[in-house]
């Protein structure tokens, strides 16, 4: 049953990569198959008073009885030329999502239907590739995500089974993503469909239900969907699918959004808001981002989070741009700096507007939460947007600090939406037709990513009082606020004060600095890590650092980029306002020059290891 169209003479060949899409940052095929369905079914709930169920089950069986499903499209995949897991010469492995409390596929079935501009659901899974119909606060925007299903498979397919909320028709389809190949003697297209007649869906209850008794499907006459994947990948497992849903999804699930259930042929394991603190505190982290760190003490800040009432908030006087300020915390900034010193979780309602291209305005808002915890050994932080986490962003800059930002609001939820990437994991302002939509595109959108940073800023003060260490790791230690680089007045010799080793001198320059080695004989290559901020009145200058004071870049474009120049050395990485350096003769220099004469400049420069 599995059909595939003949290309005539003319017409173009096609391999697919969407796949790379999906290739950023810990995205395993686990966490990027559980990011995509879970993001659909809770776009597609039916109820937001009740959470979505999602079932995943692995499962397998002896091949023998699964020929009918399979055998005819393993043909075309191999004469694409993918290599299969040496697995699928055993068992037959599959792997059964199903979702509860959802609309199922809805929509028309056929083109003719969804040309007179409705929208589909079921038409959009099916048919469209690279185009979307969500909107607000739908979490999928490209039309590219059900492409992790394809490369999940090492069939490069899947089924889906759907109920439908609309009409409750059930109806079942499959489709394979390859690439045009030659097959017996013909050249064929890339794609191709498990169907009846002309691409048509399968609604004959006898075929339905042999198909749902084979893959042990659960759903029985509930509207959803159910996709089943043929050998999934040899890298998905239940171990891995429970540690996605608690890494991406653990938000919707404390929330009370979601729960998720992963089965296998003799265990089952439920996340839900009871369960996810004990599961979460037994699994091994090692090889993601979440290790070395308190798992449970992060998943109770949430949950303090999630449950704090309207009347707790500190909401913010008024949104303006760039960014946000002390005042705009009003009388309400020392509450929150004693909350913030004590180790309470800090809750924030930050109102903002959302211009659009016709100028209209829609008032929206979202909420950061914001923790101090000394034992904490790295910045957690986190961004949310409608149930989805948002993992590439990395903004904060204080050490020892939690922090949560959540955008569930419709305007804030649509706008940020639309700048993200197409795997979800990153909001760019760059994202196509972003900047066509809204007015201040750019401007507002760098002021929600960085807010948790300006908040973490302006409530991370020092206590009373001087701490002779304070600045140990700086290079250069003013006087009692005198010496200092960039400084008017009479030129000072500048003291050469290092964290372990004397070996540079440091000459401030009108707008910048000069360094080369204190010590040239003998020499040995190493490396070096240089960080630059400006002085600050109260707090750490490096833990206040703000990318729009300048940013090191390598073609120096635009305001505030700073190019430096190396001699004897190269600049092996540079990054916001640190560069990695290594030291390759004893006449190295650097020069730096561009920074706001009227600011002071301070360093902070030590060898490293690689």
């Known amino acids: 049953m599995w059909k595939f169209r003949e290309l005539s003479e003319g017409e173009p060949e096609r391999s697919p990569h969407e796949a790379e899409f999906f290739n950023v940052g810990d995205l395993d095929a686990s966490a990027a198959l559980v990011r995509e369905s879970i993001q659909n079914s809770l776009d597609a709930r039916l109820n937001f008073n009740n959470p979505v169920h999602v079932k ?15 055998s005819d499209l393993l043909s075309h995949v191999q004469s694409c030329g993918f290599k299969l897991d040496s697995a699928i010469k055993d068992l037959f492995t599959y792997l059964v999502i199903e979702d509860f409390g959802t609309r199922g596929l809805d929509g028309p079935i056929t083109r003719t239907e969804v040309s007179d501009g409705q929208k589909s659901n079921y038409y959009n899974l099916w048919w469209r590739e690279g185009i979307s119909q969500k909107e607000r606060s739908d979490a999928g925007r490209w039309g590219l995500g059900k492409t992790v ?50 691409n048509q869906p399968i609604d004959e209850p006898p075929q339905i239900e042999r198909f749902k008794r084979q893959f042990h499907i659960s759903r029985n006459g509930e509207s959803g969907l159910s996709i089943v994947l043929p050998f999934p990948v040899r890298d998905i497992t239940d171990h891995d699918l429970i540690r996605a849903v608690i890494q991406h999804y653990f938000y919707s699930i404390i929330r009370g959004f979601l729960t998720v259930e992963v089965r296998t042929n003799s265990h089952s394991t439920l996340l839900n808001n ?53 005042e705009l915390f009003g009388e309400k900034l020392e509450d929150a700096r004693k909350l913030f010193a004590e180790g309470k979780v800090v809750p924030i309602r930050v109102p903002i507007q959302i211009t659009l291209s016709d100028n209209t305005i829609m008032d929206s808002h979202f909420h950061a ?42 305007y804030i939820a649509r706008f940020l939406g639309d700048s993200e990437s197409p795997a979800h994991t990153d909001w760019k302002e760059r994202t196509e037709d972003f900047k066509l939509k809204y007015k201040n595109a750019r401007d507002t ?41 960039g400084e008017e007045g009479e030129p000072t010799e500048v003291p050469i004060i290092t964290q372990r080793h004397g070996d540079f001198l440091v000459r401030p320059q009108p707008g910048g600095f000069h360094i080369t080695l204190a010590k040239k004989d003998p020499f040995e290559p190493f490396s070096s890590l240089i960080e630059v ?51 390759d003769t004893p006449k190295f220099e650097l020069k730096a020059s561009g920074f706001d004469q009227n600011r002071d400049v301070v360093l902070s420069i030590k060898r490293v290891s690689e």
Request: with cysteine; net charge positive.
């Open 149 to 198: 299903f394809f490369v999940c498979s090492e069939l490069r397919s899947f089924w889906g089974l759907t109920i439908r909320q609309d009409d409750q028709r059930e109806l079942l389809l499959g489709k394979a993503l390859l690439k045009s190949h030659r097959f017996d003697g013909a050249q064929y297209d890339y794609y191709g469909y498990y169907c009846k007649g002309e």
């Open 56 to 70: 995943f089950t692995l499962g397998s069986e002896s091949k023998k009885k699964f020929g009918p499903y399979y």
């Open 533 to 583: 901020a400006y002085d600050t009145k109260t707090g750490n200058p490096f833990s206040r650092y703000d990318p729009w004071d300048f940013l090191f870049d390598s073609a120096r474009q635009g305001y505030g980029k700073i190019t430096p120049q190396v001699k004897g050395g190269k600049i092996k990485k540079m990054e916001f306002n640190k560069m990695l350096l290594s030291i």
């Open 274 to 326: 009871k369960t996810i603190f004990e599961i979460a505190s037994q699994i091994n982290w090692k090889g993601t981002s979440w290790e070395n760190h308190p798992v449970p003490n992060l998943l109770y800040f949430i949950h303090n989070a999630v449950n704090t009432q309207e009347s707790q908030f500190i909401t913010l006087e008024r949104f303006v741009l760039p960014k946000i300020t002390e």
């Open 445 to 485: 959108l760098r002021y929600v990513r960085a807010s948790l940073r300006e908040i973490a800023r302006i409530l991370d003060v020092p206590s009373p009082g001087v701490d002779p260490n304070f600045l140990k790791e700086i290079f250069h230690i003013p006087k009692e606020r005198g010496e200092k680089l």
């Open 369 to 410: 939460f914001i923790q101090k915890d000394e034992e904490l050994p790295k910045v957690e932080e986190f961004y949310i947007r409608s149930g989805i986490s948002i993992s590439e962003i990395k903004m904060v800059k204080n050490n020892n600090i939690r922090a949560l930002l959540t955008a569930e609001d419709e």
